[in-house]
Structures are given as C-alpha cells and as structure tokens.
C-alpha cells in the first residue's frame, strides 16, 4: 500500500491497527494539505486527495467558472459544461464523475472537484482511471489537466475571486445553502422552490420535507406519537454509528481504537463507567458540551431529544475534538445495558425510548457482546426490541474473542446466536463479527495462529462496514425519508378512521375508550381499507399510550389532499429527483 506524500501527512493520532487493518475514507472534501506534523506513527491511514499550494489556487480559479452560481456546488449540469473542455469520451468522464461524487451526493464541493481534475489529469496521460488512483503518491506533483478554452473563460471571469475566498488554511469558503431557511414558517409558505432549483439530493429532500410532507405529518400530531418534525440540521448531520451492549463489553474502548486515541469524557474500566450517552464528534478544539446545551442548538441534530425532558439531558452530553474520522463520522457511546439484579433500579429517563430515537437517526447499530456475557437481559431485549425496523442497520459484534480458546470460542459462538435467535424476529441469521476491538496485541496463546487470523479477517469485513457508511450516507437518508412519508401517511390513515368512527354528540367518552381498546381491529379496518400492510403499522401498545392522553374528537378529518401529495412525492417527485442528480454521463 503506497504511502502519502509529503503533502498529505497523516494526523498525529493515526497509529496502525493492531493486524495492519486500515480505515480508508473518501476525504475529498479535504482539499488542502495539513499543517506540518511530527513523524506519524505507524497507522491508520486516510485516503486523501493530495494538492500542492500552487495547484490548489489554479483549481480555485478553476472552481468559480465551474460554479456560475457561486453555491460552492458544481452540479452535474455545470460539470458537463466544464469538464467537456478536457476532450475526454464520455465513457472516462463518466467514471470520474462516479469516483468523484463518491457520497452521491449529486454534485462537486471544492474537494471533490480537485479529485476529478486530478483524475483528468491521469485520463488525458492515458492512464486508467479507478479508485484507487486518488491514492497514488505522485498526486501533489501531478500537473493541471489541459483544458481546451478556459484561460480565455478566467480572463473574462472577474467574479470567481470573488466567489471563492480560502481561508487561511487553503480550503475555500463556499456559501451556506438557502435551503436552510425553508425551515422557518414565513419562508416556507412564501417560497414555493421548483425542484429543478435545487442543487443537491438533500436540498430536494428538504424542500419535499416542507412543502408535502410537513404538512401532514403537523395535522395528525404524527410528531407526538412517533418522531420529532425534523430540521435542516436533521438533513445535513454526518453519518452517526451507536454502540450498545452491557456493562463492560469494550463500548468505549471500540471508539477508541478506531480514533487511535482517547477523546474527551471517555472512561474505561472493569466497573461500570460510562453512565450517560456521550456524542462523539468532529470539533474545532477538545471540548465536552452539556446535553441541555447542546439539544438546543439549531445547527446540532439534535434538538429532538428535548422532548425527553431534563433528567436525560442531564445524562447526555457531546464530546468534540478534530480527528480526521470524526470529520465523516459520529459515534454515540450508550450507557451499559442493566442485567441481573441491576434490572431493578429504574433509570430516571426512558432509556428504550431514547435507543429508539437514535436507532432512527444512526446509519449502523452495533451490538457488542464478550464471550462471558452473553446472556440477554430484560432490559436489553426492550432495547432490541426499539430496534424494529432498523433490522438493516444491526451488527453484532462479539469482542474480547481472544479471551477464550478456539473450542470455547465455538461454544461461546453458538450460545450467542442462540440467543439472537430467541430476541431477533427475523428469518435471515444476524452477521456475527468475532475479534478484539482494542489496542492490546491478541492472546495468540489462546486463541493460536488460526484464531488470529479469524481476527484479522473478521476486523477487516466489520471496517469494510464502517469505511462504506460515508458513501452510502446519502442513500441512507433517502431510505429514511421514504420509511418516515409511509409511516406518516398511515398515521393519517389511523387518526382519520378513528375520527371518523367518533359520535357527532352524545356519548363521545365512551366511544373514544372504546376505540382505543379495540386499536387493534380499528388497525385491521384501515389495514383493509386503504389495502396497506400490516408491517407497517405503529406498535398498537405504544399508540395506545399516546393516544390516551389526547381528545380523538379534536383531530383533523381526513383531508386527501395532504396524503395525495405524500402520494405524489413518493410516486414521482422522489424519483425525478434521483434522477436530475445521478452521473451526468449517464
């Protein structure tokens, strides 16, 4: 594997994986090279897209002609216009813009445009073009592509310095999207955005999320029974990864070894430590911030966590610091899952609850257990249970492996699945992955050559897992976004049936306990009216509970025009969406 240049040095913290895994990230967005560091331990190493000074403000300049809208976005429409004065087929930009976008995201920030001139720049010495030529070595010295036509454009370009102002540390300052102000109410009822005007997928998610299906979800009061209305912020957080597991299963030691160091707040001992939910995240500086502070920061997605009042807050907190990984990643560290007598002390806050709301959030899941704790407690198959519907997103992950030899670590194995088996109500098997997450050279003494190489193969698959979490991020949000229109259209469907069942006067109390305590046949009804499956359907105990608490007869009728345009969106807006931003070249 070739080193990084000179031009790209590693972050200080980045050691080496134990078996010599690495972590590879698309860090395009990173144009610029570091500051100068110490000599950086063996490590970790993160892909990054090299670029000397001098190149960095030619592709500057370049940048603002791409960009006439001075977004900070070149979209595909701009990239085609651009890219086309390189003489290349189509055929090969089309596999640079494919290797460029790797988030598909739909369009080039400054550091993804500097991947593809670079690409360029290898296609037109008639080299092959793949995903690995961003890790090449020779990536700070490899000169500007030839582009037919574009000095005369920067000659007649005055605007493009304006546009694009680096900071100090190279990196370009693009303009904060206007989507962001679609959010508050005045905006959002003067402004009617046509989709075409958008300039990314998650722009165009936005803008569906106000205009079709806020609506609906604010007349059923469908925030109240199942997720927060959800903000800019909700859209444009980094990819989120949530550990859960008992006491002691190597949480917080899993974090650390992937950051290579310790991060603030972080304990770790045989004892149960870690007693809150801690955030960690990319920072400017190393720092912790109080959960009441940072739920109610508008730019944080995390103001949806308000609604559970102060005693967790009191319990959460956000851990910052810069760190390379961090930069595409949050990890959320969970308190220890209670079991045994344990079990009986009651936590001051909705802990099921709380897992369920993060679950929803998060990109991955990650169940931990060690071979000596392997029971299922009572509180951790509510847990599990909070996880329907994010059946995709589960790993389990059995740490400390080499803490047991290679015959108990197949009993121990077995027993694990067993009691997966009993918690996990799906046909398919749960991917087990089997090693030591930590520091600690493995205990080849017990586990022998073969179980050290089980470890290596098994690290590499579950790292191949979170190396992918990035690319897929904005798949991932489109995934979410259709899961929450369809769980919100039945909602409708349910608080419109039981109104429509209530008495026009007398006898209204009755009717309302009446209806709430046969909520599941009213379900099979709507079920069969509306030809909806079952699957879909909210927990009738949970919707019960909430339902309790409000007046049926004061809930909106039936309106279809909210749900025909949720319709709408899902059949046709959506999709023209994925489609004006896939590769251009396609």
Not at 154 to 179: D, I
Not at 246 to 274: D, M, N, R
Not at 529 to 556: Q, T
């Amino acid at each position: 594997m070739p080193r990084p240049s000179t031009s790209s040095t590693p972050h200080p913290h980045l050691v080496r994986f134990p078996f010599r895994l690495r972590l590879r990230l698309c860090c395009s967005t990173s144009s610029s090279p570091p500051p100068p560091q110490p000599p950086p331990r063996r490590g970790m190493e993160l892909a990054r897209s090299a670029c000397s000074k001098e190149h960095h403000k030619i592709y500057a300049g370049w940048f603002a002609v791409a960009d006439p809208d001075g977004d900070g976005r070149v979209t595909g429409a701009d990239a085609t216009k651009f890219f086309a004065m390189s003489g290349l087929s189509r055929a090969d930009l089309k596999q640079v813009w494919a290797i460029a976008d790797t988030k598909r995201q739909g369009f080039l920030g400054f550091g993804e445009f500097v991947a593809a001139m670079q690409l360029v720049s290898l296609a037109q010495a008639g080299e092959e073009i793949t995903r690995d030529s961003l890790k090449r070595e020779d990536l700070s010295s490899l000169d500007p592509p030839v582009m037919e036509g574009l000095d005369e454009l920067l000659a007649r370009s005055k605007a493009g310095v304006k546009r694009v102002h680096p900071e100090e540390n190279g990196t370009p300052q693009v303009q904060v999207p206007s989507a962001n102000s679609w959010f508050s109410s005045k905006s959002a009822k003067k402004m009617q955005v046509p989709l075409t005007a958008v300039t990314s997928v998650i722009d165009g998610l936005k803008r569906l999320y106000v205009e079709k299906l806020k609506p609906l979800e604010v007349a059923y009061r469908f925030n109240d029974f199942a997720s927060p209305l959800l903000t800019s912020s909700d859209f444009d957080a980094k990819p989120m990864v949530m550990l859960l597991g008992q006491y002691s299963t190597g949480k917080t030691t899993f974090i650390k070894h992937l950051l290579q160091t310790s991060y603030p707040g972080a304990h770790v001992g045989p004892e149960p430590t870690t007693d809150r939910f801690v955030v960690v995240m990319s920072g400017s500086d190393e720092r912790t911030i109080p959960g009441n502070t940072i739920a109610v920061q508008a730019d944080m997605p995390f103001t949806g966590l308000t609604t559970f009042g102060g005693a967790f807050l009191s319990k959460f907190e956000c851990s910052q610091m810069p760190h390379p990984l961090l930069d595409h990643i949050t990890f959320v560290d969970t308190p220890g899952v209670l079991s045994g007598e344990k079990q009986r002390t009651q936590r001051s806050y909705d802990f099921t609850g709380i897992t369920s709301w993060f679950a929803a959030k998060c990109d991955l899941i990650l169940l931990l257990f060690d071979p000596h704790k392997l029971d299922i407690s009572d509180e951790f198959k509510r847990v599990i249970a909070s996880l329907r519907g994010h059946d995709d997103k589960i790993r389990v992950v059995l740490n400390k492996a080499d803490q047991v030899d290679t015959q108990q670590l197949m009993r121990v194995y077995g027993a694990l699945m067993w009691s997966l088996g009993k918690v996990l109500n799906t046909p398919e098997v749960a991917r087990v992955y089997i090693g030591s997450f930590n520091d600690k050279p493995v205990n080849e003494s017990a586990v022998g050559p073969i179980g050290k190489d089980l470890f290596e193969k098994e690290q590499d698959d579950l790292l191949c897992d979170l190396k992918d979490i990035p690319k897929k991020a904005c798949d991932r949000r489109i995934n979410e976004f259709v899961k929450r229109a369809r769980a919100a259209k039945i909602h409708a469907y349910i608080i419109g049936h039981l109104k429509k069942e209530m008495p026009a006067m007398m006898g209204k109390a009755k009717a309302q306990q009446r209806l709430i305590d046969n909520l599941g046949d009213e379900f099979a009804k709507v079920q069969r009216e509306y030809h909806l499956p079952a699957g879909d359907f909210p927990d009738v105990e949970h919707f019960k509970e909430v339902l309790g608490g409000y007046n049926i007869d004061k809930f909106e009728k039936m309106k279809p025009k909210l749900v025909q345009a949720v319709d709408d969106m899902l059949a046709y807006d959506i999709p023209e969406l994925l489609k004006n931003f896939r590769n251009p070249y396609e």
